[in-house]
C-alpha cells in the first residue's frame, strides 16, 4: 500500500468521524436558509464545481475517473475502482440597507463517493453527498414594546435562528449498449434534522414573561434520480457528450415538534430556565412532496487537454408540499457554463504544464421567493458567481493514480432593495481523488 493510499484511507475515517459529529449542527450562514428545506446543494465534486458546476454531460474528465452522481449514466465510464472524498469551508459577509456588515463561516465535510466498475461496460455507485443546509441567526429590534413608535425608547426584540440540514445517502448503477449509449439511476435516502427557533423579547420590562416558539423536523425518505448520456465520437480523441439526467417527484416522512414556552431573565441579563410549556406537541407526522428537478448539458472535449461544457436545470420548486401547505417557493433555474485546460499532460520537467485549470460562471434563479420587509409583494433571490480552480496529479503507482483538487467560488445571493440582504460569498472546497485497479486477478507465469 503506496503512502498516498495509506494517507487516503486515513483522511476518509476522519472524514466520516468528523460527519457523523457534525449532523445537528448549522452548515451554512444564509438567512435564507430559514426558508423551504434550506439552502440546496448540487451533487456535484469539486472538479465539478470549478468548471461552473457543469455535469450533466460529462463523464471522464481528461481519461481520469471521476465519479458523477448528478448524472448517474455517467458511472459507465467508470474502469478503475474510484473513491474521492472531500472538505468544504466558506465565508459570508452579509449586508443590509441602514445595518453594519456582518460575517460569517462555517467548515465542513463536502462529501464521499465511491465507483466500482462491474466488468468493462458498467458501474456501481454509492456515497454521502449534501442535500441542503440550514443556519441564520438575526435578530430584529422595534422600539415602543413592537410599535415602532419613536418616543418610546423600549424596544421589542425578535430573535430568529436555525441550523441543521439534510444528507442525501445515494446508491446508484450505470451502463452502456455499443459505448455511445449510457443509462444509469440512483436510489436515496435522504435524512437529517431541521431546526427553527423564534424568540420574542422585552429586555428592559421587568419581570415580563418572554416567549420562545421552537420547530424541530427529522426527516426521512427515498428519492430516485435517473440520468442518460450519448457520446458522439468525432475522432478517437475528440468527443461530444449529450446528457439527460433528472430526480423523480418524490415523498419524505417528517416527524416534528412544536414548543411554546415562557422565560424570564435574572438581575444580570441571564435567561432563567422556561417557567412553562404554553404548547408541547411532539411526534407530528406529516408528508413532504418533493418536485420534479431536471438537467440538460453538452460538453465538448478532447482528451489530455481541454474540455468546455454548459449545463442548464430547473426545478418545480412551487410545487413543493411541506404538509400538504405550499410554502411559498418558486419554481428555479440554472445555467452554468466552464471548462478545464490542461497545457501538456505529459510534461516531463514542467509540473506546472501537467496541472488541470478550470474556470467557469454560474447564474442562479433559486427557489427562494422572500416576502419584502416592508409587506409590499415579494422578491425572487437570485444568485451568481464566478468558479475556478486546478486539479493537480500526484505520482501513483503502476494501476494507481491520485489527483487533489481545488476549487473556489467567489459570488453574491440576494439584494438589499426592499429591505432584503445580500450575501457576498467565498466557497472552497478541497478533494482527493483515488483510482486505482481493485478486485483484479491477476495471473503470474
Wanted: proline share 3%; hydrophobic share 35%; charged share 10%.
Amino acid at each position: 500500500m503506496t503512502n498516498y493510499t495509506k494517507l487516503f484511507i486515513t483522511f476518509l475515517l476522519a472524514a466520516i468521524v468528523f460527519q457523523a459529529n457534525a449532523q445537528s449542527t448549522a452548515t451554512t450562514s444564509s438567512p435564507y436558509s430559514q426558508y423551504g428545506l434550506g439552502q440546496l446543494t448540487p451533487m456535484i465534486l469539486p472538479q465539478n464545481q470549478s468548471m461552473g458546476g457543469i455535469s450533466t454531460g460529462v463523464n471522464t474528465i481528461n481519461r481520469f475517473m471521476s465519479i458523477n452522481p448528478q448524472n448517474p449514466a455517467s458511472y459507465a465510464t467508470v474502469s478503475f475502482t474510484t473513491i474521492d472524498a472531500g472538505l468544504y469551508g466558506d465565508k459570508v459577509s452579509l449586508s443590509q440597507a441602514g445595518q453594519s456588515s456582518q460575517k460569517n463561516s462555517d467548515f465542513r465535510l463536502s462529501h464521499l463517493a465511491f465507483a466500482i466498475p462491474i466488468g468493462s461496460t458498467s458501474a456501481f455507485s454509492f456515497g454521502l453527498m449534501p442535500y441542503s443546509q440550514v443556519g441564520y441567526n438575526y435578530t430584529k429590534s422595534v422600539k415602543g414594546y413592537g410599535t415602532g413608535s419613536s418616543l418610546d425608547t423600549n424596544v421589542t426584540n425578535y430573535i430568529y435562528s436555525g441550523e441543521g440540514g439534510l444528507t442525501k445517502a445515494y446508491l446508484g448503477y450505470g451502463f452502456s449498449i455499443a459505448r455511445n449509449f449510457l443509462f444509469g439511476a440512483n436510489i436515496s435516502y435522504i435524512f437529517g434534522n431541521i431546526k427553527h427557533l423564534q424568540q420574542l423579547e422585552i429586555p428592559t420590562l421587568g419581570n415580563n414573561l418572554n416567549t420562545s416558539i421552537e420547530q424541530s423536523d427529522a426527516i426521512g425518505g427515498v428519492s430516485y434520480d435517473y440520468g442518460f448520456q450519448y457520446i458522439y465520437d468525432l475522432s478517437l480523441s475528440r468527443h461530444l457528450t449529450f446528457g439527460y439526467s433528472g430526480s423523480a417527484s418524490s415523498q419524505l416522512n417528517s416527524k416534528s415538534s412544536y414548543i411554546v414556552s415562557q422565560y424570564t431573565f435574572d438581575a444580570n441579563g441571564n435567561r432563567n430556565v422556561a417557567l412553562d410549556s404554553i404548547i408541547n406537541q411532539t411526534n407530528n407526522t406529516s408528508k413532504i412532496k418533493l418536485p420534479n428537478i431536471q438537467h440538460f448539458g453538452i460538453s465538448y472535449q478532447q482528451d489530455l487537454k481541454f474540455l468546455v461544457g454548459a449545463d442548464y436545470s430547473m426545478g418545480k420548486w412551487a410545487d413543493l408540499r411541506i404538509d400538504g401547505t405550499n410554502p411559498g417557493m418558486a419554481n428555479s433555474s440554472t445555467f452554468n457554463i466552464g471548462g478545464q485546460y490542461t497545457p501538456n499532460f505529459n510534461a516531463l520537467h514542467n509540473w506546472l504544464a501537467t496541472l488541470d485549470y478550470r474556470l467557469g460562471v454560474m447564474l442562479d434563479k433559486t427557489y427562494y421567493n422572500v416576502p419584502n420587509a416592508n409587506g409590499d409583494g415579494f422578491t425572487n433571490i437570485k444568485s451568481k458567481s464566478l468558479n475556478f480552480g486546478v486539479g493537480i496529479p500526484l505520482k501513483g503507482g503502476n494501476t494507481s493514480y491520485y489527483k487533489i483538487n481545488l476549487a473556489a467560488e467567489v459570488g453574491q445571493r440576494g439584494t438589499i432593495a426592499n429591505g432584503l440582504v445580500k450575501e457576498n460569498f467565498v466557497n472552497f472546497r478541497l478533494g482527493f481523488t483515488l483510482n486505482d485497479k481493485w478486485f483484479q486477478r491477476y495471473k503470474f507465469d
